[in-house]
């Protein structure tokens, strides 16, 4: 059996999928233009559809990996329309607040002068008092807030379980359904990575959202349990001062690069293209400040979901991400950090970089080999060659993996010649390359023991 899972860049391309993109055509056309993962909105998403959802992308889209995003407690406000004037002492019910679900498990309950801030950000207030059922708050920057606006507790530790109901019955269908990745929104700790991994199958990725200052303070750890973080930048723009969202990023970016987690820069990366036929400069310079900083991969929402060209914001995405990369060149973080594990794919990393080899070749079982490279950050491409298409599915999120699915010979040098058979069969390795093998003599679970140097005749 061969399968192949190619890509044309290193960045990697998430697209949201929603009302403009759900069709067979789309999900199969999306895919062709450079889509290698393709993100499913719990948000915005009915949990009865979210299998349909699944098995389409699976029937369209066969090699793509599938996402699962969560909603989490999403807080919105529930009161009538008020104007609030800076300066005035407002009294909300908690129900009104969102807060009714989740107040009692507040790690110190409201307290005095934590902020509470409304409609994303734009009115701010403090709160000056709790009583049962109530706060009071002093309006430090005032405006017009209205139904369903949106509510954020930058300063409030929330404690135990925040999964709802419906995360609950969102996280039986991915598992039931076989997606490939799971996204955790509200994310403050490791222990809240780890309940969501104990609810899903072996082998389903865990991917952490970050978009409070509490998981910021707390990446390396979150990065440790995670499969991979997302720079979800909308929740974090609001529940950080809007100028240190860059610095977050990098942070983000780099606390992943040294643990060897995968990465993704999220929220509004070609917002215009919602409504535009072509990104602004800004646009164009904040892709390429992502691929700069290292991100496996780019993500796409509202541009793909309700855009009105979803298929004209991908390839936008892949020409700055492929132009970006002409000019990146990283330290292996991840070497420098883990010496030991990175032992063997760090060298194959230097090698091929020492000799201008075209591809890095990894014979890898369950993902772990093809991985470890790609957090060496190689200056080649990587070909992932495994048995199990579900690894292939995994890897599409890694920065610079394309996938072979061959099986697995018990001769680990008949597995090398079909894997790169097959490889050459998709385009992924011309005539004339110089590759360099990585893999394992010792048996197929076993860590890359052995590079070895090929030439493509």
């Known amino acids: 059996m061969r399968l192949a899972f190619p890509i044309v860049r290193k960045t990697k391309i998430i697209a949201t ?8 055509q789309m999900i199969s056309g999306l895919q062709k233009v450079g889509v290698s993962v393709f993100r499913l909105n719990c948000s915005h998403l009915a949990t009865d559809a979210l299998g349909t959802a699944i098995r389409d992308v699976r029937t369209n889209a066969p090699t793509a990996a599938v996402l699962v995003d969560i909603r989490g407690p999403k807080l919105r406000y529930a009161g009538p329309e008020r104007k609030l004037q800076k300066g005035a002492k407002v009294m909300f019910g908690l129900a009104e607040l969102g807060l009714e679900g989740i107040a009692g498990s507040l790690t ?32 430090v920057a005032g405006g ?9 507790l930058p300063d409030t530790v929330v404690e135990g379980s925040v999964l709802s109901e419906k995360d609950h019955a969102d996280l039986i269908v991915a598992r039931e359904s076989g997606s490939d990745i799971v996204a955790v929104s509200f994310v403050q700790r490791a222990s809240d990575v780890e309940e969501v991994r104990s609810l899903l199958a072996p082998g389903q990725l ?26 979800a930048r909308g929740d974090l723009g609001v529940e950080l001062p809007y100028e240190q969202v860059p610095s977050a990023q990098r942070q983000i970016a780099l606390a992943a690069l040294r643990s060897g987690t995968i990465s993704i820069c999220a929220t509004e990366m070609l917002e215009s293209m919602t409504t535009s036929n072509r990104p602004t400069r800004a646009e164009v310079s904040d892709v390429t400040a992502a691929v700069r900083d290292g991100f496996d991969a780019v993500m796409l929402s509202g541009e793909t979901a309700v855009g ?78 495994t048995p199990r298409p579900e690894v292939a599915r995994w890897l599409a999120a890694a920065r610079g993996v394309s996938a072979v699915v061959v099986e697995r010979d018990s001769e680990i040098s008949r597995t090398i010649a079909e894997g790169i058979a097959s490889a050459r069969d998709a385009g992924m390795v011309d005539a004339g390359e110089r590759l360099v093998i990585c893999a394992s003599r010792l048996g197929p679970n076993s860590d890359a023991d052995t590079i070895l140097l090929h030439l493509e005749p």
């Open 108 to 139: 110190r309950g409201l307290v005095v002068g934590e902020r509470i801030l409304l409609d994303d950000g734009r009115i701010e207030t403090r709160v000056g008092a709790v009583e049962a059922g109530n706060v009071e708050v002093t309006v």
């Open 308 to 385: 009105a060209d979803p298929v004209g914001a991908v390839r936008a995405m892949a020409r700055i991400a492929e132009s970006a990369e002409a000019e990146v060149s990283m330290p292996n973080w991840f070497a420098d950090a883990n010496p030991e594990k990175a032992a063997v794919t760090a060298a194959a990393a230097a090698l091929a970089k020492r000799i201008n080899a075209d591809r890095i070749v990894s014979i890898t079982n369950t993902g772990y080999s093809a991985l470890l490279l790609a957090a060496c950050r190689p200056s080649c491409p990587i070909v992932a060659v």
């Open 144 to 152: 017009t807030l209205r139904l369903g606006k949106g509510v954020n």
């Open 17 to 24: 999928l929603g009302p403009k993109s759900m069709s067979p």
């Open 206 to 231: 865990v991917f952490a959202k970050i978009e409070r200052p509490q998981a910021l303070a707390q990446i390396e750890s979150i990065c440790a349990v995670s499969d991979g973080v997302m720079a």
